[in-house]
Each structure stands twice: as C-alpha cells, then as structure tokens.
C-alpha cells in the first residue's frame, strides 16, 4: 500500500509538471547554439562510449566462442543500432530546433 | 520552380496534370503547380520499377537445371533472409521471408541510390519515406499478431496481474508506437547524416578526403537496412508468440 502511494504521488507529480513543458517554444536564445553544441557532444561522446563497451565485450565473446558467431554478430549490430539511434534522435531534435 | 532531378523531370513533363486532378480530388493544391511530383517521389517510383524489373526477369528465367546469375543474386539474398528469420522467428518464419526480402531490397536501393550517381538521390533521406516503411511494418505485424493469436493478442498489451493492467496498457501502447518513431529516425537520420557529414567534409577539403565517408555511408546504408529487417522480424516474432 505504501508502494502504491509512492507510484501515485509521482504520477500527480509528472501530470503536474506537464504545462512546464509547453512554454518558451518561441524564445531564441543567443545560447542555442551552444546548447546545441554541448548537446550532440555529450550524445557521441557517450555513444562512442556506449558503443566501445558493446563491441568490446562481443569480441570477448567471440575469442571465447568462436562458435557463437551469428549469433553474437546479430546481437551486436542490433545493440550497436539502438545505442547508436539515441545520438542520432540528438542529431534530429537539434536539426529540428535549431536554426 | 523547385530543384529537380532528371527522372524527375521526365515524370512531371509527362504525369503533371494527371498527378494534379488526383491531388484535387484529396482536395489537396500542391505548392508547384507544374511540378507536383518530389525528387523523392520520383526516386521512390525509380526503385519500384527497377525492384519490378528485376522480380519479373527473375520470374521469366526460373529454372532448376540451370540457374542464370540472376536467381543467384535472388537466391541469395531470400536464403539469407529466410536464415536470419529461422534463428529469430523459429517455426512458421516461411511465410514472413517474402515481406522481409521485398523490404530489405528495397531500403537497401532506397540507401545506395544516393551514392549511385549525381543524378540520383536518397529517397530514405526524407522521414517520410521511412516512416511509411516503418507504417507498413508496425501493420503487419499487428494483423499477423491477430491472426496467430486471435483475441488473446490484447494480453501482450496487458500486464502478468489484473491489477497492474491500467498501468500496462497505455505504457504498452505507446513503447509500440515509439516503434514506429525509432525505426523511422533511425533510417532517416542515418541517411540523412551520411549526407551532411559528406557534404560538410567536401566544403572543408574538396579532394580526396570526403571519399572516406563515401565509403562510411556506403557501410552504414547496408547496416541499416539490415538493421530495419532485423527489427521488423523481432517485433513480428514478438508478436505471433505464444508466450503470453
């Protein structure tokens, strides 16, 4: 029950919040840019990241496992794609709002 | 008038008017009256015809004593196709594996098209091209999720308790929806990226260099159009399990 109550209250909380969202879509601020910059840096720096590990531990696996190719090949294209789309919804996001 | 591309023109200059009173009909105006059909329209129409082409060369040179280098390439690319479905989908993948091929042949035109020739572009640049891709996907596999499960396909979108299903369901419907969201952002902002990257690089070194990321976008076209049939083929496994 109490649980519950905490999953209530953040929820009040998040439908609360929601009109925060909504405003300043037209204000153009001189740090747009930057904001920008700092932002797509942040998302391939962590996807470069994000992505060594992923590869790292696939190449692991294959030296330990040769066998387990297809497989593992599978599992890291699709890994390295999901990590990989999160820098890009970055890239789009700053493409789409920044002039 | 806008920027266009020699098939392009070829496609305005004979279906401008047609193309026309068939968008009035939708009570639509397109912005140029004379050229109503997009470079990426046009390019769509292109890969359509040459997929056509090659289906039906296939179709008419069919043999089983001896096989033309054609259905070499056609078998290859099903078999490969038709594996990948089998170590995912499991059993009952056959009948999926003319879908996926058809799609997989098609986002890979769609990608290399662009690299293909000045004169050609990428139509998956554009996010509606992906996102019709992504549309037609996120369909079929909810209509065979329906029919390998009938009614009892609502319980994927509901949660393992009673109580947890006003929670489940709506979080359920929109990871589904996103579905559509990521695999279209994903193809396009590749694409779309490769571009820019290719071009950014050309307006610093105009020599030599921007080669290199031809030949990036010429790896990341094919990955990701692996990446889409891959996806497709897990949503649609996810879907007609039985599992739930």
Same mark, same amino acid.
């Given at each position: 029950m109490r649980k519950l109550q905490y999953l209530f209250s953040a929820l009040a909380a998040l439908f609360l919040a929601t009109?925060?969202?909504?405003?300043?879509?037209?204000a153009v601020s001189p740090w747009t840019p930057i904001g920008a910059g700092i932002g797509m840096a942040l998302a391939a720096g962590l996807c470069g990241l994000a992505q060594g590990k992923a590869t790292a531990s696939a190449t692991e696996a294959l030296a330990r496992n040769p066998g387990a190719r297809p497989g593992i090949f599978t599992f890291l294209i699709l890994g390295l794609a999901f990590i990989e789309s999160l820098a890009l919804f970055t890239f789009v996001i700053i493409f789409l709002y920044v002039k | 008038m806008p920027h266009q591309l020699f098939f392009t023109k070829i496609l305005n200059d004979l279906f401008a008017r047609p193309v026309d009173a068939l968008l009035a009909m939708a009570h639509q105006t397109p912005k140029h009256l004379d050229a109503p059909i997009t470079n990426t329209f046009a390019m769509e129409v292109l890969v359509f015809l040459v997929l056509v082409v090659y289906f039906i060369s296939i179709r008419a040179t069919l043999s089983v004593e001896t096989p033309g280098p054609v259905q070499h390439l056609a078998e290859m690319t099903h078999g490969f196709i038709n594996d990948q479905g089998e170590s995912i989908i499991g059993h009952g993948h056959e009948k999926f594996t003319g879908y996926l091929t058809a799609l997989g042949l098609f986002i890979v035109m769609c990608n290399l098209l662009g690299l293909a020739s000045p004169w050609l572009e990428s %139509?998956?640049?554009? %996010?509606r091209v992906p996102l019709g891709l992504a549309l037609v996907t996120f369909v079929y596999y909810h209509i065979y999720g329906i029919k390998a499960n009938g009614f009892g396909y609502v319980k994927q979108f509901l949660g393992p308790v009673w109580w947890l299903y006003p929670l489940m369901l709506p979080i359920e419907i929109i990871s589904h929806l996103a579905r559509i969201l990521s695999l279209t952002v994903r193809l396009y902002a590749n694409m779309f990226a490769g571009d820019l990257l290719t071009l950014a690089f050309f307006s610093l070194?105009?020599?030599?260099?921007p080669l290199l990321f031809l030949g990036l976008h010429l790896g990341v076209a094919i990955v990701q159009a692996y990446v889409f049939v891959l996806l497709a083929m897990i949503y649609l496994s996810l879907a007609v399990s039985h599992d739930h």
């Open positions: 009109p925060a969202f909504a405003q300043g879509a037209d | %139509p998956t640049a554009n %996010p070194v105009p020599l030599g260099i």
